[in-house]
């Protein structure tokens, strides 16, 4: 069974920086494809950045140069590391594996990123 478990989230002053956490339990972690999304209020929920197990990353283009993924196999972790943080960020912020193989898809229980001053 997989599961896996965002933290990291909180309040941070326009321009300043957060990093997430998103820890995976089950089995073959590097048979994920694990990416971060987040959902304000009222709008879908959208792909942010997410890493192949070979730590190919790929972003959103509202992130390019201010967040970072990247993904730490032995402690079966991935983080996001969001700095110059703006507004418009605030959101809860979901981790999701993604099997290559059966396409099952697992998410976390979000984490709530507000950004203000």
């Known amino acids: 069974q997989v599961q896996v478990v965002e933290s990291g989230g909180g309040l941070v002053q326009p321009g300043g920086s957060l990093r997430l956490s998103c820890t995976f339990s089950?089995?073959?972690?590097?048979?994920?494809?694990m990416g971060w999304y987040r959902q304000a209020p009222g709008d879908e929920r959208e792909l942010v950045a997410r890493?192949?197990?070979?730590?190919?990353?790929s972003y959103a283009d509202f992130v390019k140069g201010r967040f970072t993924i990247s993904r730490d196999h032995a402690k079966n972790t991935v983080y996001l590391q969001m700095n110059s943080l703006k507004p418009e960020d605030a959101a809860v912020y979901f981790c999701?594996?993604?099997?290559?193989?059966?396409?099952?898809?697992?998410w976390g229980q979000g984490t709530q990123v507000t950004v203000s001053s």
């Open positions: 890493i192949t197990d070979g730590g190919g990353a």
């Open positions: 999701n594996a993604h099997h290559l193989i059966s396409r099952n898809d697992y």
């Open positions: 089950g089995n073959l972690f590097a048979t994920y494809v």
